[in-house]
């Protein structure tokens, strides 16, 4: 018995060896796998799926890979909203719907919103709905566009939550990334020379959907927290927070509108 744990130690061989026989088919298709691995396409679009919270997301290069340090995201804007059910919360750059839809799954939003530019990436978040059907309550909606330009006008003032995880990688980084995140679409990771240009353009564009008192919670570069801060002091947000995910590095503001 065997478990696949890096795809570049698979070989002919070792599947002969394994106690389970394997056809020709099963070899083709791992061998295949193996030689995607070593030219350093990611686990997650080989395989083609990938958990996150409690769900099981289909994963391949139309949107980023759902990591573990953003599990805590859905966590923490969740316990901002206090026990309130029948909630507004709108995911913006959904990618493969995971943050959007680990909210839906807790039975709290009647209503979820979740938003892309590109058309390719809401095709993979749409069969993630379908893919999850079981587990999400509430109304989800897809709607394309940039960030709150997604949204109908009906929403405005009536938003409980906003969450994103938008790209926020500087421009001159992006080269020297592991050559797997290169795989991933440049989208969801070009955040602009500073690094903050698509962060800043929600904490401006939130206070026009957000209701009094509603929350926005955003995933951030570790080295960006104090300047966010700042902003989103000046926009006029309350209870400012920047707090560490589960690796102790900071990556998320939290913050909410005044009541």
Request: hydrophobic share 45%.
């Amino acid at each position: 018995m065997w478990v696949i744990s890096d795809l570049s130690e698979l070989s002919y061989e070792r599947l002969l060896t394994s106690e389970s026989e394997a056809s020709p088919e099963l070899i083709a298709k791992v061998a295949e796998m193996a030689k995607r691995y070593r030219k350093g396409e990611p686990l997650q679009y080989i395989l083609g799926h990938w958990s996150f919270r409690e769900l099981d997301l289909l994963t391949d290069s139309r949107g980023l890979i759902p990591r573990p340090e953003t599990e805590m995201l859905p966590e923490l804007a969740m316990a901002m909203l206090g026990k309130r059910r029948d909630l507004v919360a709108v995911d913006l750059g959904t990618g493969t719907g995971a943050i959007g839809l680990s909210l839906a799954v807790s039975g709290r939003f009647s209503k979820l919103y979740l938003t892309d530019i590109s058309l390719a990436t809401l095709s993979l978040a749409s069969a993630n709905i379908d893919r999850n059907r079981a587990l999400v309550r509430g109304m989800v909606f897809l709607s394309r566009g940039s960030w709150f330009a997604a949204l109908p006008a009906r929403l405005q003032g009536a938003v409980d939550l906003v969450v994103a995880n938008p790209p926020y990688i500087p421009t001159n980084a992006i080269a020297n990334l592991d050559k797997r995140v290169l795989y991933e679409p440049l989208l969801a990771l070009d955040g602009g020379v500073s690094g903050v240009s698509a962060l800043l353009e929600i904490l401006a564009g939130a206070p026009e959907f957000l209701k009094p008192g509603g929350a926005i919670v955003l995933e951030m570069g570790d080295e960006q927290g104090e300047a966010l801060s700042h902003v989103a002091e000046l926009f006029g947000y309350t209870e400012i927070v920047i707090r560490k995910d589960s690796s102790m590095r900071p990556r998320f503001l939290t913050a909410r509108w005044p009541r």
